[in-house]
């Protein structure tokens, strides 16, 4: 059965979150200045550890060709802008609907 199921991400420059095989996700956003995203995941399917890479508005970056942005978010009234991408070298059926 899918449910759609909410994740924190983490203050930190890289990290992985444990999502459903298959889950498909639909939405960045910031709630009371924490950001989420949110996904339609099959809790019948196995759990993947997917990383993701969050970097901030002016950061050098060196991102591998697998990084897929997810999207972006603005935190504290601004002063803090960061953008979210997946890590999709590991296969595992993930989908993006943003």
């Known amino acids: ?4 199921l909410k994740h924190e991400i983490p ?4 990290f992985t979150l444990p999502l459903y095989e298959g889950s498909k996700l639909l939405k960045l956003d910031v709630v009371n200045e924490k950001a989420y995203i949110w996904a339609l995941e099959d809790e019948s399917k196995p759990k993947r550890g997917v990383k993701f890479r969050m970097v901030m508005t002016g950061e050098e970056l060196n991102l591998d060709p697998f990084m897929v942005y997810i999207g972006t978010f603005i935190l504290f009234n601004g002063s803090f802008v960061g953008h979210l991408f997946m890590d999709t070298s590991v296969p595992v059926a993930m989908s993006i609907g943003l």
């Open 1 to 4: 059965m899918a449910r759609i």
């Open 11 to 14: 203050a930190a420059s890289e």
